[in-house]
C-alpha cells in the first residue's frame, strides 16, 4: 500500500513540475479516531488511537511539501492536522466549513498543495465542490481513513480516492 501511495505521490509531483498550467492539489482528509465516552461533547479531543493516526498520516505525507495545511476549528481536526503542520513549521489556517470551496479559498490556494482535514460530511462535500460533480456520500462515522487527492488546473478536475488504514 505505502509503495502505491509513494507511486500516487510521484505522479502528481511529476505532473506539477513538467505542466505548463499552474496545478492546485488538494489532499482531504476526516479527522482521526475521536474520543466517544461524553456523548454531549460537541468538540471532543482525539482518543489514543486518533493520535496514532494522526502521528501516521504526518509520515504518510512526509514526501510531500504542503503549502499551507487548513483545519476547522474544532479539537479533533486541529489534532489530526498537528504533526503534519508542525512537521513543515506550517500553521494551520482554519476554514469555515459553511464556506466550502468559495472564491477566496480557491484564490489563496491557487497553484498550491494543500492539506485539508475535515469531518465525515464535509470533506467528500469539500471534494464534490472542487470537482464539480456530485461524487463522493458521506462517510461513514467508523471511516477515519479516506484520503481524497484532488487536482485542479485551467481545463482538468480529477479526484484519486485511496484507503490508509
Not at 500516487?8 to 492546485?24: D, G, R, V
Not at 513549521?89 to 489563496?108: G, M, R, S, V
Not at 460530511?121 to 484532488?150: A, G, H, Q, R
Amino acid at each position: 500500500m505505502r509503495k502505491n501511495i509513494l507511486l500516487i505521490l510521484i505522479l502528481f509531483s511529476a505532473i506539477s513540475m513538467f505542466s505548463q498550467e499552474q496545478i492546485t492539489t488538494y489532499y482531504l482528509i476526516r479527522h482521526a479516531e475521536k474520543e466517544r465516552t461524553n456523548t454531549e461533547n460537541s468538540n471532543p479531543k482525539l482518543n489514543q488511537e486518533g493520535l496514532k493516526r494522526a502521528k501516521k498520516w504526518s509520515k504518510i505525507f512526509s514526501n510531500v511539501d504542503f503549502d499551507a495545511v487548513y483545519s476547522t476549528a474544532y479539537a479533533r481536526t486541529i489534532e489530526t492536522a498537528t504533526p503534519t503542520a508542525q512537521g513543515l513549521n506550517l500553521e494551520i489556517q482554519i476554514y469555515n466549513p459553511q464556506k466550502l470551496y468559495d472564491a477566496k479559498f480557491q484564490k489563496d490556494t491557487k497553484g498550491q498543495t494543500v492539506l485539508i482535514v475535515g469531518h465525515s460530511n464535509t470533506t467528500p462535500l469539500f471534494v464534490n465542490k472542487i470537482i464539480k460533480e456530485e461524487k463522493y456520500n458521506p462517510m461513514n462515522d467508523e471511516n477515519n481513513s479516506n484520503l481524497y487527492i484532488t487536482t485542479v488546473t485551467k481545463d482538468l478536475r480529477t479526484c484519486v480516492l485511496l484507503k490508509i488504514d
